[in-house]
């Protein structure tokens, strides 16, 4: 199975608005909603952020939100803050039952 | 409060086999599917494989033939193997928990274990 493919670095600003895509098949993203996002801090294990494509797990803020169309699916971070910057990984479901991550995207804010 | 904690040798010799613990604290470990996930230094995360109590298992084709796990119920703990690892097989190697999303289980891994690195080396 291929990774979903994900870009390799955003920015943004303070208060801005990043979006990050997630790419995958008809095999995956196309054709479930079980898109999920996690960030991961330096030397921190990962930590859910969205799932099933646009779902927040209780005490994740808000200026966290999840869309899908298609084969692609996005995480959008709003109000960009200093403590955002850190990695970020998609995953989805597939038609084999299997799970598969994306190569994830450095968030860097300015 | 749920907690993971992965555990094994940190240095693993090419010939023999990696094996690695995951003691799960706070809730049964009959309730969910359980994944390992590993990370090369440097590069992103890997889906290794996922073990129901009952001892269903689900693998990562590209591993699938060099893979093992398995759940002690009495010990609430799961176990990885992997045979015949190479440098390639360097990483850290969570256990993690999927939660539940339309009545099953679709890969959302919302509790972690804090990783254990591994290196593969003679």
């Known amino acids: 199975q291929s990774a979903l493919t994900q870009p390799a670095s955003v920015s943004g600003s303070p208060g801005q608005s990043i979006t990050i895509s997630c790419t995958g098949t008809s095999s995956d993203v196309g054709s479930y909603n079980y898109v999920s996002w996690y960030q991961q801090h330096p030397g921190k294990a990962p930590k859910l952020m969205i799932y099933?494509?646009?779902n927040r797990p209780s005490g994740i803020s808000n200026r966290f939100s999840g869309s899908k169309s298609g084969n692609t699916a996005s995480l959008t971070i709003s109000g960009l803050q200093a403590e955002d910057e850190a990695d970020y990984y998609c995953s989805s479901y597939t038609r084999t039952s299997t799970r598969v991550f994306g190569g994830g995207t450095k968030l860097t804010v300015l | 409060q749920v907690q993971l904690q992965e555990s094994g040798p940190g240095l693993v010799k090419p010939w023999e086999t990696l094996s690695l613990t995951c003691a799960v604290s706070?809730?049964?470990?009959?309730?969910?599917?359980w994944s390992w996930i590993r990370q090369p230094p440097g590069k992103g995360l890997e889906w290794i494989g996922y073990l129901y109590h009952i001892g269903s298992t689900h693998y990562n084709p590209s591993l699938k033939s060099r893979v093992s796990m398995s759940v002690d119920t009495s010990k609430n703990q799961l176990s990885l193997q992997l045979s015949s690892p190479t440098a390639a097989d360097t990483a850290i190697y969570y256990c993690a928990r999927e939660r539940l999303s339309s009545g099953w289980y679709y890969g959302a891994f919302d509790i972690w274990g804090q990783g254990t690195m591994v290196i593969v080396s003679s």
């Open positions: 099933d494509v646009s």
């Open positions: 706070g809730d049964s470990i009959s309730n969910y599917y």
